[in-house]
């Protein structure tokens, strides 16, 4: 059967897992009757939950007596690591851009990748149905996208397609035709998409995707470069560097089909196919027949620009709410997630009970940490600290960020203001429509961490701001911090609503009556930029006295209430987040408020 291998990019909430839900049906890839799940490929809960693709999957689907292998990427930048890998498996690449906001920040960002391997994209302009639709000028952004990421002239002429992913059509001009199917973009990828290229020799691979199996063992995916391979075959695990990690027989050799992954007797050169039998080959390293000597070339995988400490949780609620609370638990845990995602580094810190972990950018870690406090974990976390580099000359480099902000026009004073203030320097303000600007800025990282917040306050909620590594470059000095100090429990106990009413003229709180405290846990939002100790414990005296109006109810203003990804850009550095299965505490790095104060003096010394 003949192969095609295709990877489907877009920007974040461009509509590629839709279009790939299409895509299963219309080849016939479901019964009639079968019920089916919207955004099949989403399968993981955050996933479904937020919206967006974390993990690239691969499927496929036959048309026309074709495997056509189709592999949907993140589309945030955030899990660039997984698209740079998922590029060494297809020849092929659909560009989804929306016919409203054209091409974005992840666009670009993967675009780059494709175009520099040597694809040569498809481009489908999807949501042509939408109301504020500017296909010719999409089309126009698109081409000067491609042109500015160095394109070749045989990439630059790529075939557009127009429709509407929902609805289930594509067709070469923006109206939907009367026999309106996904039918012209499967006949495009069969007609503009080369058939996988082959190298000669014994079975090569290079493992792209791991994933543990509790029946099979470790499960490495990937496209097979030469050769072929069958189960019992004895194969080599070979680094970058050719050292060989490990030999093994293959036990199980799946293959995609569909949704469903059936084992097969043969995997051939060009197919995308999952081995198992192997405990120690992991992404990145070439699978190969004993004989080969020089491994497979990988493609480099851009650095790590923020890290975080993962800390033992020893505040005195500690293991009340999780079961899995030990360094040792932690660290497995962290070096598992490590071996899959190569975009993530684990390192050991001097302290014995805290990790060092560095990734892409804040989305990332608090995935990361999310799915961990699922799991039943229990730590605590620091805030996001930017990656520094030295520079040839010695002088400390920062990492650098382009971000694209889309704001109605009324608003973009307020955001040119605070990216000012935050050392972003304006690169372009132009319209987007319906009274909309699009503004974009150089910042440094450190100045968007806890940003995103502030900038939907400032806009009413109507701000829309896409991030993007762009480069190292000089420090840029210093930025300032927030601006509010904290209020700080000063005993342990369980808050009462009286106590917070009369602490309201203090500031917001974050913690509701009734919830457990312990001295140094953070319980409110001080107005002024000092931090300050307060009792939530202090019950209402009562007395034999009744006057009118004494013994009414308190009406407490709701709290603040902080998500796992607004506390870790809210807090300090001398602050933690407190993450368990069942809550997201704030706290000061030392509980102890004459700690508190010794830290202060030797921070002010140095």
């Known amino acids: 059967m003949a192969l095609r291998n295709i990877a489907i990019i877009a920007h974040v909430d461009h509509g590629k897992t839709t279009l790939v839900d299409e895509l299963l049906k219309q080849s016939g890839v ?10 099949a490929l989403d399968s993981g809960d955050i996933e479904k939950e937020r919206g967006i693709t974390i993990l690239a999957k691969a499927t496929s689907v036959t048309w026309q007596d074709t495997r056509i292998n189709i592999v949907d990427t993140p589309g945030h930048a955030d899990f660039g690591g997984e698209v740079e890998r998922i590029l060494n498996m297809v020849d092929g690449a659909i560009v989804l851009v929306d016919a ?21 994209p498809i481009v489908a302009v999807n949501k042509i149905d939408r109301p504020d639709a500017r296909a010719d000028e999409v089309i126009n952004e698109v081409f000067d996208l491609f042109a500015a990421l160095d394109a070749d002239d045989e990439q630059l002429d790529f075939p557009i397609l127009y429709g509407s992913g929902r609805d289930g059509w594509m067709a070469a001009e923006p109206d939907k035709p009367a026999d309106a199917s996904l039918a012209p973009l499967f006949d495009l990828v069969l007609d503009h998409v080369p058939e996988p290229s082959v190298g000669d020799g014994p079975f090569r691979m290079i493992g792209t995707i791991l994933e543990a199996n509790p029946f099979l063992g470790r499960i490495i995916t990937g496209r097979i470069h030469s050769g072929a391979v069958k189960p019992n075959q004895t194969i080599k695990v070979m680094d970058g560097a050719g050292t060989t990690l490990e030999s093994g027989r293959v036990s199980k050799i799946l293959a995609f089909r569909g949704l469903e992954r059936q084992p097969i007797e043969e995997g051939r050169a060009g197919d995308i196919v999952a081995i198992a039998g192997l405990s120690k080959g992991t992404v990145a390293d070439t699978f190969c027949d004993p004989s080969v000597t020089e491994p497979l070339e990988a493609q480099p995988i851009d650095p790590p620009t923020v890290t975080m400490s993962f800390i033992v949780n020893d505040s005195p ?60 974990f229990e730590l605590a976390v620091s805030r996001p600290r930017v990656v520094m580099q030295t520079g040839e000359d010695g002088a400390t480099l920062e990492p650098i960020e382009e971000v694209v902000i889309d704001v109605d026009e009324e608003h973009s004073g307020a955001v040119v203001q605070k990216m000012s203030e935050r050392k972003g320097e304006m690169i372009e303000l132009k319209p987007s429509g319906g009274d909309r600007v699009r503004l974009v800025f150089h910042a440094p990282t450190r100045g968007l961490i806890g940003y995103q917040s502030e900038l939907l306050t400032d806009t009413k909620g109507t701000a829309i701001m896409n991030r993007l590594f762009h480069e190292y470059a000089p420090y840029k000095g ?59 414990l202090k019950g209402k005296k009562l007395t034999n006295v009744r006057a009118a109006g004494k013994d009414d109810a308190v009406k407490l203003t709701p709290p603040v209430r902080m998500t796992l990804e607004r506390a870790l850009s809210w807090i300090q550095d001398d602050e933690l987040v407190e993450v368990t299965p069942k809550s997201i505490r704030l706290r000061k790095l030392y509980l102890d408020p004459h700690e508190r104060k010794r830290f202060e003096k030797t921070r002010a010394s140095a």
């Open 100 to 120: 409203a906001e054209g091409p974005m920040p992840q666009t670009k960002f993967v675009v780059g990748k494709a175009l520099k391997v040597g694809l040569r």
């Open 317 to 376: 609620l500690a293991g009340t709410e999780g079961d899995k609370v030990t360094s040792r638990v932690i660290r497995d845990r962290l070096m598992k997630e490590a071996e899959g995602n190569v975009a993530l580094k684990i390192e050991d810190s001097e302290q014995k009970d805290a990790f060092h972990v560095s990734g892409r950018g804040e989305l990332q870690l608090a995935v990361l940490i999310e799915t961990m406090r699922r799991e039943g």
């Open 30 to 39: 479901y019964r009639d009757n079968e019920r089916v799940e919207e955004r």
């Open 478 to 536: 210093s930025i300032a911090g927030r601006n509010n100090g904290v209020l700080i429990a000063n005993e342990p106990g369980e808050a009462v609503a009286y106590a917070l009413f009369n602490l309201e003229d203090r500031g917001p709180m974050v913690i509701d009556p009734g919830v457990k405290v312990y001295q140094g846990m953070i319980v409110g939002i001080h107005t002024r930029d000092n931090d300050l100790e307060v009792n939530v």
